[in-house]
């Protein structure tokens, strides 16, 4: 229960509202308890007392009215048999204000039970809001490590069905687990009151079906929680195919991907009937074993009404049968409620795992503010692992130094670590060792948001947005004018392409820009760093999948945009890179080579070998 507790504490900045429901939760329980009760003066006055028993219940006079519920009880049946003999009015107007009453208490009943639905409302769909915000903050802040280990559609499952799942159980049973258990104990109050000989056998039988039910609860929240891991397997299929469509058609796969499919789609079939099953169990089980107990109390309350001493009176037992037989639905909900909570936990628990996933890329507890790049940025003896303790680390004892103004270009075979090496500047991750310092400062101690708006990356995937073109190149700056986006267009190479599109700067480029070809994306992309103006550049294989022609563009672009920067470059064309201040050449994780272009030729080492082999093959 420790997971739906945690549940209910994200109603706490709706606690006015909850409150305004626990408030008409009460009433209409009252309401309908007190438009129960009306049976037994029904009966006991209008049909099954004598005049001489009306006789004599007058001549005691009126009751003293005590703050007590036999007072209440004594006074009401006194006014009541008043209007009886009084020759005026009779049994026809006390029916008639009997009925009268019946319908004031099923009105207010179903109005308060209309306010208290009408409260709940934002506070279910309003937790449900919240967690969602929680979970994608939560995604944006963990680092990029995380998602190394997760399916991409098992979080998206996680974040849309989980959730609503926890807004369908959890959220939809809240009230139930308050209001209800309040309905059958006021009901159980009452029996007590009439019967405590009968309420007895109520008081052993219920939880011995109670504990019945709850074993089969336990074993619904397993199945629950197997439901909700293979639908986020099938979701990472889909994500997968729609991701891989190309390539899946391109070497005829269409059969394997589809049978790998309906594999999966049977497997969650199945689970998701046991779940159904269980859960459609709840009802007609609380239902069943219900009426068991209607049957044992109607069994002993018959024998009370016809024992000789007659402990119990007809119209008070046939009151007590009314009352208790309202018990079962509440406890059907309740059940039903159970049910669905146990449902809802294996969801939750799926939440909480991204949401109490750690992350260690955060800012120091006082971060210095760092607002301009002025001498240098240092790599000291860096290594790093993707896991901690793991002796296949993906970088050895790196040590760098790259002066403000100067181009450092990372080369290598694949798997060589150029991109981790890159990565760990804007703390995309740490390093397992070794200190990574701007200026003399090591990057825990500079505050995230400072660091990283020191620096801008273009990537070999260009990642756009399925937005306006205006929208893609201002990302992440407020504010940006149409001038200076024209502006960095222009210097990007862009500007001529984009004017030519039917709505221009606002014309609308798809998903992931698949309007654009791969050199205007890339362009987009360049032009979106020259809109951010950082000191620092990271400029990752940004031409390596491009044609001719589109790379003669998009490196003009980053011409434009290096100039007067400190730039780190990754590149597989070395022809690219010639210009570079220092060229450094990684192999399996260590630095194997460093120097110019020349002095790397001149050098005849691994440099050289993968320069003739870019120079034979093109």
Request: charged content about 20%; overall charge positive; glycine content about 6%.
């Amino acid at each position: 229960m420790k997971t739906y507790f945690r549940i209910v504490r994200l109603v706490k900045p709706y606690m006015g509202l909850a409150l305004l429901n626990a408030l008409f939760n009460i009433l209409s329980v009252v309401f309908n308890l007190f438009s129960l009760t009306m049976v037994a003066p029904f009966l006991d006055l209008l049909f099954l007392k004598t005049d001489k028993d009306y006789a004599e219940r007058i001549a005691g006079g009126m009751p003293e009215l005590k703050l007590s519920v036999d007072s209440l009880v004594d006074s009401f049946y006194y006014y009541f048999t008043t209007i009886i003999v009084d020759p005026d009015r009779g049994k026809m107007y006390a029916l008639t204000m009997i009925c009268a009453l019946v319908v004031i208490m099923f009105f207010f009943k179903n109005l308060t039970r209309y306010m208290a639905m009408f409260f709940l409302a934002p506070v279910r769909n309003g937790v449900v809001k919240d967690l969602r915000n929680s979970m994608h903050r939560k995604i944006m802040d963990l680092p990029l490590s995380y998602y190394s280990d997760e399916r991409k559609g098992d979080i998206i499952s996680r974040m849309t069905t989980d959730a609503q799942e926890i807004e369908w159980s959890v959220m939809s049973s809240l009230e139930a687990t308050f209001r209800e258990p309040l309905t059958i104990l006021l009901f159980l109050f009452t029996m007590i009151f009439i019967s405590p000989q009968l309420t007895l056998f109520v008081f052993v039988l219920l939880p011995l079906t109670a504990i019945l039910i709850s074993r089969i609860g336990k074993s619904l929240k397993r199945t629950s929680a197997k439901s909700k891991e293979r639908l986020g397997s099938l979701l990472s299929i889909i994500e997968e195919t729609l991701s891989g469509l190309r390539i899946i058609k391109a070497f005829n796969a269409e059969k394997p991907v589809q049978e790998k499919f309906e594999d999966l789609n049977r497997k969650y079939t199945a689970t998701m009937n046991r779940m159904y099953r269980k859960t459609d169990l709840s009802s007609p089980l609380s239902e069943f074993l219900g009426a068991c107990v209607l049957v044992v109390v109607m069994y002993f309350g018959g024998k009370l009404v016809l024992s000789s001493d007659a402990s119990l009176s007809a119209a008070m037992f046939i009151t007590y049968i009314a009352i208790f037989s309202q018990m079962i639905p509440p406890a059907k909900a309740f059940t039903s409620a159970f049910y669905n909570i146990q449902k809802g936990i294996a969801s939750a628990d799926r939440i909480n795992k991204i949401l109490d996933a750690p992350n260690d890329i955060v800012d120091a507890a006082h971060p210095k503010a760092v607002n301009e790049f002025k001498h240098a940025i240092r790599y000291d003896n860096v290594s790093f692992s993707y896991r901690k303790g793991d002796l296949g680390y993906v970088l050895r004892n790196i040590n760098v130094e790259i002066k403000k103004g100067q181009t450092i270009a990372l080369v290598g075979q694949s798997g060589s670590g150029k991109t981790t090496l890159a990565d760990m500047l804007p703390r995309f991750y740490d390093p397992s060792d070794g200190v990574i310092s701007v200026d003399g400062i090591p990057l825990p101690e500079i505050k995230l948001s400072d660091l990283r708006g020191l620096i801008g990356v273009v990537s070999q995937e260009s990642i756009l947005f399925n937005d306006t073109i205006f929208n893609n190149i201002a990302f992440g700056i407020e504010g940006a004018s149409q001038e200076a986006v024209e502006r960095a267009a222009k210097i990007a190479n862009a500007h001529e392409f984009i004017s030519q599109m039917p709505e221009g700067y606002q014309s609308n480029i798809g998903d992931r820009g698949g309007k654009l070809s791969g050199g205007q994306r890339q362009r987009i992309s360049i032009a979106r760093a020259v809109l951010k103006n950082p000191p620092i550049l990271i400029l990752d294989e940004a031409t390596s999948a491009l044609d001719t022609e589109s790379e003669k563009l998009v490196q003009d672009a980053l011409q434009n945009l290096m100039a007067n920067r400190t730039t780190l470059v990754i590149a597989h064309r070395l022809s690219t890179i010639q210009y570079a201040d220092e060229i450094i050449v990684l192999n399996k994780g260590v630095i194997e080579e460093r120097g110019s272009h020349q002095e790397l030729l001149q050098s005849k080492g691994l440099y050289k070998k993968l320069y003739d082999l870019q120079s034979f093959a093109s």
